[in-house]
């Protein structure tokens, strides 16, 4: 069936160091979306990749489609506390439901 | 913040119950998908209903049962409920099935005991 593998589960970054989450699907995939889930909170959109190759930026936050559509991933250059929770890619395979296939997430904490 | 809200935020309930769920979607989204998101885990697909009608169901039996009224708002209704389904049930609204973007709403925490 459809999954999408995300790693690492989890990742602890010293305040300032760089972090990167990979997600990879087995199948191609109409298009990605990441989330970032705060503890205790709820999944928060932070972008939608459709295009093969297609490179986003917010900020300090990097994201990437891969060229066959399959892979992504989300780098977050120079880590501040605030970007501490879970970000999870979540795969779209198209179709009429367009429900969204979530990775397992990557717990990002980041120590002062 | 989105506009999708859910009811109530937080509930508990014993085994065998039956138990009510409620989202608003965003204005002007016609399309509900609703998550159960297990503690450490990604939210996993229950089913979307788009026009009032089920649009698709994930792997989930048949005790989980919805509705969508005219207003696009949206039920989740689970019977006979048991231990493992204490979980964050999510809503999520978007202009319509296929590739559009979900807005979650902050979740429902259902405890089963």
């Known amino acids: 069936g459809q999954q999408v593998m995300q790693i690492p589960q989890y990742q602890h970054v010293q305040e300032g160091e760089d972090f990167t989450t990979y997600c990879n699907s087995s199948?191609?995939?109409?298009?990605i979306q990441w989330y970032k889930q705060r503890p205790g909170g709820h999944p928060v959109f932070l972008i939608q990749l459709v295009k093969s190759g297609e490179v986003k930026k917010q900020k300090r936050l990097t994201f990437q489609f891969g060229e066959a559509k399959k892979n992504s991933s989300l780098h977050i250059t120079a880590t501040q506390t605030t970007d501490v929770g879970t970000y999870f890619c979540a795969g779209n395979y198209g179709g009429s439901q367009g429900n969204l296939i979530f990775g397992k997430g990557t717990k990002l904490s980041v120590k002062p | 913040e989105t506009g999708v809200t859910q009811s109530p935020t937080h509930l508990i309930k014993t085994r065998g119950q039956q138990v009510t769920l409620r989202c608003s979607s965003q204005?002007?989204?016609?399309?509900v998908s609703w998550y159960q998101q297990a503690l450490g885990q990604g939210p996993q697909f229950i089913f979307q209903y788009y026009r009032e009608e089920e649009n698709g169901r994930g792997n989930f039996p048949p005790r989980f049962s919805g509705l969508q009224f005219p207003n696009y708002s949206s039920e989740l209704n689970v019977n006979a409920l048991e231990l493992d389904d204490s979980a964050l049930y999510l809503c999520?609204?978007?202009?319509?099935?296929?590739?559009?973007?979900?807005?979650f709403g902050p979740g429902t925490r259902l405890l089963v005991l």
């Open positions: 204005s002007g989204h016609n399309t």
């Open positions: 999520a609204s978007s202009l319509g099935p296929g590739r559009e973007t979900q807005y």
């Open positions: 199948t191609t995939l109409s298009n």
